[in-house]
């Protein structure tokens, strides 16, 4: 499969609201479902974000965000947001647009550490971030509410090789 990777444009709207209206992507954010198409868009507007883009064969397939902190003692620090179309798991586009997200943050944005959550229980993930040099931190027990249950949250963090 040929993907594209980009910056997110407006014109991508209606296919990231298409990946956050499957419970399946939603359940494992911090997002609640059925999200509405204005909500979805609003995710992406926050002035310190970076948020790249998959697509194919004219359509986006995922996304990967950059959140940059706007704290004087954090700048050297970003947070990781991934959301893949469930009909494209499995398909190498969650880890091409992870490398390249860590290639701007390396490369171009100077950050030296990268972080994330993750529910613990989605273990695909889990074993995505930890593939391109991602690192359990610690647990946050109990953390969130999804599917009826409290379920707890990984802190996982990669730190810039070279430093």
Same mark, same amino acid.
């Given at each position: ?5 980009? @910056?997110?444009?407006? +014109? ?53 965000? =950059?959140?940059?902190? !706007?704290?004087?003692?954090?700048? %050297? ?7 893949? @179309?469930?009909?494209? %798991? +499995? ?14 943050? !390396? ?13 613990? !229980? ?26 009826? +249950?409290?379920?707890?949250? %990984? =802190?996982?963090?990669? =730190?810039?090789? !070279? =430093?």
């Amino acid at each position: 499969m040929e993907i594209k990777v980009r @910056h997110m444009e407006e +014109r991508d709207n209606e296919d990231l609201f298409e990946i956050y209206s499957f419970p399946a992507v939603t359940e494992n954010t911090s997002q609640l479902p059925f999200l509405s198409s204005n909500k979805v868009a609003s995710l992406f507007l926050y002035p310190n974000c970076y948020t790249l883009v998959a697509e194919h064969e004219g359509k986006v397939l995922g996304h990967v965000t =950059l959140f940059l902190s !706007d704290k004087v003692r954090d700048k %050297h620090c970003g947070l990781i947001a991934l959301a893949v @179309h469930p009909k494209a %798991h +499995r398909k190498g586009i969650g880890r091409t647009l992870l490398l390249e997200a860590i290639n701007q943050a !390396d490369n171009w944005v100077n950050l030296v550490r990268l972080e994330l959550e993750v529910q613990a !229980d989605n273990l695909p993930a889990i074993a995505l971030y930890e593939s391109v040099g991602f690192q359990l931190e610690g647990v946050k027990r109990m953390s969130t509410f999804k599917a009826g +249950r409290y379920t707890d949250l %990984h =802190l996982m963090a990669r =730190l810039r090789p !070279d =430093l």
